[in-house]
């Protein structure tokens, strides 16, 4: 490839904006769930566990339709600089980005089963949020080790 | 990524169209990134101030904190993939010189800051207001000679 060592530093600012990007993510949730109004952390997080918020199918594909071409977007191009890779192997490659393109869904899905009434407590919500924030956060570390 | 590796654009000429059309669409989306601050941010450095600490004697409400970081959130996955494929096609286009290495790391570190910087200015107070209109016209401005540049080299060189 054509100036390839250059390529990197592209690559490499992708890092700490996705970093924002998912920070800016979890903050707009746990703000949807009642941080602002005077709450810690940790009893949004309790309240999240025990009564979280009720959301309508409407509200909740509202906020599903971007993420799930824009999470899938965020993945592939990180996972896609992979491939010059030659510090990690592919299939450790393609472990870790099935791995994350899955918690990813699992993310986004995750609220419905509130909704629809299958779950009253929102631990699966948390779990889906914890799993896809470190299965990403494993990729990006991957990215950055072969730079 | 194919543009990366194809050596020769010559030889290529749908390619080089497409890199073409992209680039301009990057140019159009940058104006209208402009325009669309512009009507849910403000235009000047007072108007700004009314949108983020809204004003108590006229009853004019600021703007929710969720409203403003979900501007940010997607103003930062915006930016991101229209500066990885506008820097990926300048490497492209003009190899790895000192100037494009240089603005290269200028537009991305501006528009990192340029989404940051509004939310730090919500929380920090108004005298932030004239450095975030300064990086945010910086980017902006930056991004758009890169791609005008870009844009220039693919249709006539």
Not at chain 1, 49 to 77: N, Q
């Amino acid at each position: 490839m054509k100036d390839s060592e250059f390529y990197k530093i592209p690559i490499a600012y992708l890092l700490p904006y996705s970093v924002l990007i998912v920070a800016s993510g979890v903050w707009l949730f746990l703000l949807s769930q009642g941080l602002d109004s005077a709450q810690s952390l940790m009893q949004t997080l309790k309240d999240i566990f025990y009564t979280p918020e009720a959301k309508s199918v409407r509200g909740l594909i509202e906020v599903a339709t971007p993420h799930l071409f824009a999470m899938g977007m965020l993945i592939f191009v990180a996972a896609h600089f992979m491939l010059f890779s030659t510090r990690v192997s592919k299939k450790t490659t393609a472990i870790v980005a099935l791995m994350v393109f899955g918690f990813a869904l699992f993310d986004i899905l995750a609220y419905f089963m509130i909704s629809f009434g299958w779950l009253v407590s929102g631990w699966m919500k948390l779990l889906a949020m914890v799993s896809f924030v470190s299965a990403l956060t494993l990729l990006l570390s991957l990215l950055a080790f072969s730079l | 990524m194919k543009f990366l590796i194809t050596k020769e654009l010559g030889h290529t000429r749908l390619l080089t169209i497409l890199m073409s059309a992209v680039v301009f669409f990057i140019l159009l989306y940058l104006v209208f990134d402009v325009a669309l601050h512009a009507y849910v941010i403000g235009t000047d450095r007072h108007g700004i101030a009314l949108t983020l600490f809204g004003d108590a004697e006229n009853f004019v409400e600021p703007i929710l904190l969720d409203t403003l970081l979900l501007q940010v959130h997607s103003d930062l996955f915006m930016s991101l993939f229209s500066l990885l494929i506008l820097t990926s096609i300048g490497i492209r286009m003009y190899g790895g010189t000192r100037i494009i290495r240089w603005a290269v790391h200028l537009v991305f570190v501006l528009g990192m800051l340029s989404a940051v910087m509004l939310l730090v200015a919500y929380f920090v107070g108004t005298w932030l207001i004239p450095v975030w209109i300064a990086v945010f016209v910086a980017w902006h401005v930056f991004a758009f000679v890169l791609g005008v540049s870009v844009l220039k080299t693919l249709l006539f060189s």
